[in-house]
Nanobody, 126 residues
Framework: QAQLVESGGGLVQAGGSLRLSCAASGRTFGYEIGWFRQAPGKEREFVGA????????YYADSVRGRFAISRDKDKNTDYLQMNNLKPEDTAVYYCARSRARMPSNEVRAHDEYEYWGQGTQVTVSS
């Protein structure tokens, strides 16, 4: 099992920045930690994740170049730095642990993730 807790959401003006945190515990070694978001009335959308093997982040096209994932191994915490935020980035943001251990490919589908945090609201005003 794994437990994930997100924090850091809030209200920001367009063009601003926020940093979200995802504190993970339990069985996380060898699994990918991903970030998703869900806006009202929309499906949950992949934002980015970190490969379990090389810890290299990969991103959705919609956020590449604006968002950056980093990891503090000592704290077992991942961060999602969000820059140049846009109103369309408004959503509840979640982190999650992959279902498969040591996946050989990027894990982008939400049903490939098994454990989820409670989510944190990000609102970007225009």
């Amino acid at each position: 099992q794994a437990q994930l807790v997100e924090s850091g959401g809030g209200l920001v003006q367009a063009g601003g920045s926020l940093r979200l945190s995802c504190a993970a515990s339990g069985r996380t070694f060898g699994y990918e930690i991903g970030w998703f978001r869900q806006a009202p009335g929309k499906e949950r959308e992949f934002v980015g994740a970190t490969t379990w093997s090389s810890e290299i982040p990969y991103y959705a096209d919609s956020v590449r170049g604006r968002f950056a994932i980093s990891r503090d191994k000592d704290k077992n915490t991942d961060y999602l730095q969000m820059n140049n935020l846009k109103p369309e980035d408004t959503a509840v943001y979640y982190c999650a642990r992959s279902r498969a251990r040591m996946p050989s490919n990027e894990v982008r589908a939400h049903d490939e993730y098994e454990y989820w945090g409670q989510g944190t609201q990000v609102t970007v005003s225009s």
